[in-house]
């Protein structure tokens, strides 16, 4: 059974490190999303790719947040300097999908439980 | 994008039909309607997606009424392993992501 796969489960670090979550989408999907998730907020929507390209980073702060997918098999998304706020578990998900045509359903990783003390 | 408005929270016994509602008043042309289920410490996962009338799987049913306003997710004979969050999602198609709303909670009691 295909699976988005993210690493690492689990990140503490104080504040003002860099943090790297990695994520590996599902083989042939084409379009990844990063979410965000917290108790005040739900799931946010950071950014989404399709085909390494980004399509909307609306959501992401761009003065620390950087999301890039340096192939395809490989999405990141990295903050620096990384702040107490930040604290969250960071969901991929992956998909298929065209312009004209619905995006398929997403599937997720299990997240990146993130703590920033 | 289109806004969801779903209830915060249900509670069911087991072996019950649960219906959850979702209103979707904006809803554009191109718009699908998809519903996740979220467990704790999992990301979602993907139950059930429809464009109109009615779509059934084998975990449950999707009710899209003519106007696509609102859709009805139907969970046949509930079990406490259906006890999670359940999403309504509007959209997905070209360049707009499908954006959460905040969930309804579903509690299945013995």
């Known amino acids: 059974d295909a699976r988005v796969t993210q690493t690492p489960r689990h990140k503490v670090t104080e504040m003002g490190q860099e943090v790297t979550m990695r994520c590996q989408p599902i083989?042939?999907?084409?379009?990844v999303f990063w979410y965000r998730q917290t108790m005040m907020q739900g799931l946010e929507l950071l950014a989404y790719f399709r085909n390494r390209a980004p399509l909307d980073d609306s959501g992401m702060p761009k003065d620390r947040f950087s999301a890039e997918m340096p192939d395809a098999t490989l999405a990141t998304l990295k903050i620096q300097p990384s702040e107490p706020r930040d604290s969250a578990v960071y969901f991929c998900a992956s998909g298929f999908g065209s312009e004209e045509g619905v995006l398929q359903p997403q599937h997720f990783g299990d997240g990146t439980r993130l703590s920033i003390l | 994008l289109a806004k969801t408005t779903q209830p915060i929270s249900m509670d069911s016994y087991e072996g019950q039909e649960v219906n959850i509602t979702c209103s979707h008043n904006?809803?554009?042309?191109?718009?699908?309607i998809t519903w996740y289920q979220q467990f704790p410490s999992q990301g979602p996962r993907f139950i059930i997606q429809g464009y109109k009338t009615k779509v059934t799987n084998e975990v449950a049913s999707l009710f899209i009424p003519a106007d696509r306003k609102s859709s009805t997710l139907s969970l046949p004979r509930v079990s406490l392993s259906d006890t999670a969050v359940y999403y309504c999602l509007v959209g997905g198609t070209g360049r707009r992501a499908l954006t959460f709303g905040s969930g309804t909670r579903l509690q299945v009691q013995p």
């Open positions: 083989l042939g999907h084409n379009t």
């Open positions: 904006n809803i554009a042309t191109n718009d699908y």
